[in-house]
Structures are given as C-alpha cells and as structure tokens.
C-alpha cells in the first residue's frame, strides 16, 4: 500500500467514525435533527472506495449505504413536517439491510487494522458482535416497554456500545496515522 | 380456514411475506451465501403454515381492507360459511367446508378447495407416472456401481438404490421413503453429477421439494406465490451447487459450470419429492451466476446470516400491531362506517382496563365505534344500525351514538373513574364507571334538575358493567345507571351511592368496629399537548391494550362506643389503630402512638389511627378515618383486598380492646 492509500485509509476511518457519531447522537431543534443520520451513512458510503483498498468486500455496501441514506433522509423529512414514517413493512427491510451493513462495514475495518497492526482490530470486532446482538434482540416481538428498568439498562448499553464504537474508530485513526509516520509500508499485501 | 376471507388473509399474508424476502434476498444476493439464500425461505415455510391473524400483519393495513370487504360484499349475500360480523378467523391453513354452499364467496371458497384436491392429485399423479417410469428403469450395471461407491466414499456420502433409465436427459433423485437414483441409459455419467444427485440425498432435499409442493396446492391460484415456489427450488439447486464446489477443486469446479450450461435447454422432471441437476435454462442461468461469486462471498458472515434470519421472522410471523388513530375511530361520513366497523371488529381490547377505556371513552365521545371495540360481536349488529340510523335520520356524524340516561350533562374532560373491579362468577368481573356531570337532565327532556333553592344540581353518574374475556375483553352494562350529588371522585370515600366493595364489622363490648373497602383503579391517560413547554391533557382517544397504571385500595375505618355494654362512657377521648394484616395469625406491633388527643395519621408500614376529644356541648360517640396503599402490576386482575385488619380500640388514652376482622366479619 502506497502513502496516498494509507492517507486516504485514515480519512475514510475518520469519515466513517463521524458518520457513526451522526448516526448514533441526536440534538433536536424542534423537529429538525441537526445531526443527520443521512449525513453519517453518506458519509460511510464515500469512505467506502478507499477501505475497500484494504479489504474488497467494503465496495459490496455502497448501493446498502446509499439505500440507508436514502431512508433516513425520507424519515429526516417526514419528521420535519411532523409526520411518523410509519412504514412497518420497510422498516423490517431497512433493519435487515442495516444490520448487513454494520456487521460488514466493521468486519472490513477490523481487517485494516490487522493488516496495519493496529490493536483496535479485536475491539472492533467485539463492539460488531455486540451491536449486531442488541439489534437483533431489539428487533424480537418483546414487549420491552412495559418493563421500564429494562428499557434503562438496554438504552445504557446501547449508548455505551456506540460511544465506544466511535472512540475505537477515532483511535483506530490515530494509530493508522501513527504507523504511517513510524512504519515504512510493507513489501508486499499478502 | 372456513370461508374464502380467510384464504385471502392467508395467501396475501404469505404473499407480503414472499416480497419482503425477494427484495432482502436481492439487496443481498451477492452479500450472503446460498445457504442463506435457501435457509431464508424457512420463514416463508412457517408463514405457510401459521394461521394469519387479523390483529397483526406484516402490512397491518391488510386485515382492515379485507375485513371492510368482507363487511360490505358478505352485507347481502346471506352466506353459510362467513358472516357480516363475525371477524376473518383462521384455526388452520387448510379449507375445511362446514355445510352447503349458500352465496357466491360460498360457492368460491368450494371451488378453491376443489382446485387444492385436484393440484394434490396431479402432483400425486405425476409422481406416480415417474414411479412407473423408474419400475420399467434397468438396475445400475456394475460400472455404474462402481463409480457411484467411489464418489460415495470420496465425498464420504452414502449413495441409494439407483437405475437406468433409457431417454431420461438427465439424472434426478425421486422418492422419500425409498429414494432411487435414476441416470440415463447408454451414457455416461460424470462423477459430478452424482456428487450433485447424492448431496440432494444426503441433506433431504426430495422430503422439502415435497413440502414446497404441498405449499404449492394450498395457494395454487396465487400466481405471484407459484413464481415465489420456484425461485426457492432454484435456490435449492443453487445451495447444492454451493455444497458441490465446496467439494471440488480448480479445474473441476469449472467443468461442473460446463455441465450446468449443456443442461440449459434439457428437459427436467417436475414431479414433487423429485430432485434434479438440470431445472431450466433461466434458473440455470441464476445458479451460473450464483457459481461465479462462489468465491466472492465475504466470510465470516455466519453471525449476521442468522440475526438477519431472526430479524425478518419477527415481523413476518409475529406481525405489526396497527396503530389505529381517532381518524379511523371516528367516521364523520355513512361511507366510512364499513371500516370503521371491520377496524372495531379486528381491534380488539386485549386487556381488562383496555376494555373499560375503550367503553368508558365511547360513553364520554358518544362514539359507538369506540364501544364496539369493547363490546361483544353479538351487539355490533344492532350499534351499527344505531348509528346509521342516527346520521340518516337525525344527522349526526357516522360514529354517534346516545350515550343513554344521565350521561347527556357529561363533562368530557374530566375523564372517568373506575372503582371496585370484583369476580362476578363464569370468569366476569363487575366494576363500576364514574363520570363526572355538570348537569342530570330533567325527565321533561329540559333543563337539568335542580335543588331545592332552584340551583342546578352536578355530581357523577355511576355505570355498572360486567367484563368478560370472549374475542378479546369486552364490555356490557351491568344493571341502572346511578345518579350521585357528591362531587365527582367522592364516590372513594362513601358508601352511600354504590355499595361498599367489602364492608367487615364487628360488635364487643366496647362498641362497634366497621371496616370498608374501595378500590379505585387509574390507567395512564394523559397526552402531551404541547412539546415545549410540556402540558399534558387528558387523552380521548382509547386504548385497546391499556394497561392499569395503579389501584388504591382505600380503607375507611369507624368506631362507635356508644352502644356499648361495659355500662359507662368514656370520659375525654376514644380512638382506633388499623393494622393490616396478611393472615388473621399474623403477629404485628402497634406504633407507640398516644391516642387520647384529637387527630389521626398512617404510617407507611399499613398502620392508620385516628382519635376524637369527647366534651362540650357536641357529643360525638363515633370516631372514623381512612388510609390507601397502591397496588401495581394488576395486569387482569382486581387488586387483592388485605384479608384481615388488627384493631385496637383506646378510651381515655389506654387502649382498651384489641381484636381482628377477618373475611367471616363480612357484611
């Protein structure tokens, strides 16, 4: 991998964890969220290019991400004009899709990091484990509304995974730009 | 399914449920393995074989336009096996007729139970034909033998009964119980070929192209479904593919590629419990495509192959519940009264309070939607020409309905309460509903009543209702309708308009002890008004599923030393403490608290006093209070009632009597 691909390795990471904080923090005026979760997928989806450097599966998730896009850019919309997006049909489509999307996109940045040594590459993969678990327990038919403690400690968890997830991937750019400056590039990519 | 409503819930449930896995299965193609591409297809074989419900879909619009249809085609048809009011109800995927046929949708649903009998018997006669077939078939020579024991062995796979067949294109595996592999006569066969053939033995695949067949008849007049039945018998063929290159190296994944192409335009068997390598040219096309990214799938996927599995049969087998706003409760036009009346008839209240919500807000809105929601389906017949005859005759909105006596003088927005929820006997609660009212209308039809100084009299009108769990809980007035001159809420604290829910008293010889019981239930009705600055208001619009949010059980306490027989008085004070009790034997210690004052007070360990100062002119020989505690988490059932009390009883300060009231106390 030449310095350019490496530079540009360390902007996708650095797009893709302020996508992540896009996606997962919110600041409302009114109804207006001035923190997109659009933004954040759009921003994923112009890294792609450069991480799929690293690991070719990563350009399989640019037509997910710009479907994501689209989605929340529609429910970003509707909420402006005070409307529910209301589509329980899509929504279980859009939930599969994102789940897919997470789970690889992660996977593909667990593999940069273990082909630049990088020590975040087991976190990253714990943090996807643990994020595609919630989801998937989120998406089961159980009332967790009723049981208010629960809702607590699973909305805790859900935060803790995601500041996580953003600090792993800020870290992962730090070393990624450490090691562009310490490491000469390897050989050869086996 | 007993009507032909029924099969199109069904078939449009399991349709919905098709295209939700077509478009994920596109969207993922080439993201996820042909093992997930087949494996996703269990969803579909459960939805086949669940019963779909009305109250959750996967498209929750769905049951509504069905049931309003139904509602309007069935209107004058006078049909055997559906009826007007009676929700689309499915007990199993299977037509079932229960009579004679007496409408057109009758007559439908015997001709779609006839085309199920007539697809099970082609598919039965086709596989009998190829049976046949097979039988006139020549045993496998010795070579065949032999090269089918080493592909057995290679592959570690165990091969069956095999023949051969002059004139077949090309070889399949047919049979469940007794598999035979058939290959063409005179020709060879190559080596992957039977690995192909003996992967379908090994995994079963005969057994599931027999259940796809069988799903097949059931919805064979689903043209969409039949494409849906097809794609998965691809992606079957497809994951055996997948199995077969898993098995091969380099070059001979490539010549099996040239085996599939040469089959492309060969003829194949279509025979249920028959698996085959060759399945037509476009579905070849499709596994050829599958095969050139056999190597391009991302692994380590196995995780989210399953959670997305899991994912999608949430809302595909468990359904949406349809949130039902006060639009679609409230039909201001006789046009819109059908759905009204097909969405009171599918949402029904699923809890005890969502039953008394629902009616207690079709009383305060005069909504009869709201109370058929909560009533039995025997009575929407007769609420439905009540309404229409409302807004034809006196021109109303569609959904008004009388809200019957005393209930004229309503005031809307002080809601209702609901008291003393009690076993009424056969699984029926009997509860009261109170509403407050700013006015009891006149018997002459006008004016309010009013005292006896010419004032216009307010208070509450008390409804007696029975609750009962029949499709879902409803709700049925209970008896007259009670008027009360208390302000609304006092009903908690008197006895006098409604009966006490449980009254226990005692006589000693230091007096009379009565000890009587109100529950008061509350359901989280308020509504955020407004965002910012964070109003709240009391919400109209019912709800089906409420839940009790908590119920007071209040205790009023009295004691009476006047009828005593000790043959004196008390000189400066009386008083009582209320300790409750678990179990009569209950062992409990009483506060410290000085009783020879006036006042009263709880503690929050189930503790109540209350004393009185006897002396000057106003004699009063009676001393009485009252304490609650809050139950929560009721879900269905009455707040339980403390079986017993421990009472002492104080004169002058020294307790003089201690004793307990138990259930055999009771009134």
Redesign the interface.
Known sequence: MNEENKMNLCQAVKHIAWGYVLLHFNINL?PLNVLPNWAGYLLMVGALPALSEEES?AS?LR??GL?LAGWEGLCWAMALFGRDP?F??L???V???A??FH??LL?DLAIAARNHQCSQEKRILHLR?VQ??L??LL???FPLE?YEALVMVVSLVFMAVAVWICMVLFSLRSSLQESQYENPPPAAIP | MNNIWGFLLQTLSLSLTAVLLLAVKWLLADKLSPRWQYGVWSILALRALIPAGTARSLLPALPLWLETWKGMAERGLNSAYSAVYQPIHLDHVFPVLSGRPASFTDWLLVLYAAGVVLSLAWYLLSYLRLRLLLARGTPAGPELQEQLARVGERYGLKPCRTVQVRGLPSAFVCGVVRPVLAVPDGEGVDDKVLLHELLHLNHHDALQSLGWAFLRSLHWCNPFLWYAFDRVGNDMESLCDQRVLERLEGEERREYGKILLSMANDRYPRAPGTTSLSNGGKNIARRIAAIVRFKKYPRGMALVSVCAVVVLASPALWGTAAAYGFSDFSPGFIRELDRAMAMARINRCTTLAGALDTYAKGLIEANGIYIAAASPLSRHQELEAEMRYSVESEGWVAYHLDRGPWLDGMDKNGGYTIYDITPAGDGRFHAWLEFPVSYFLAESGKGGVKDENGETLRGSVLVPVYIWQEDGWVVEEAGERICSYRGYGQTQYYGDAIPWLRELTAQTQWGTVTIQNRTVYTIDNQTQTDSFFGWTSFSLTPRVDAQFKEALTWVHYSYSCLENTVGHQPQTSIGIMVAELDDPDQEVEFPQEYLGGYGGGSSSDGFSWDSLLIGGGDQNYEVAGGSGDYAHDLENNPAPLHPAYRVRLFWDGEMVEELTLTEEDAL
């Open positions: 009114g599966s399989l037509p997910l479907l209301n329980q049909f929504s279980a489509l939930t599969v899709i789940l897919y789970f690889q996977t484990t595609t678990l989801t998937t998406a089961l038919p009723r």
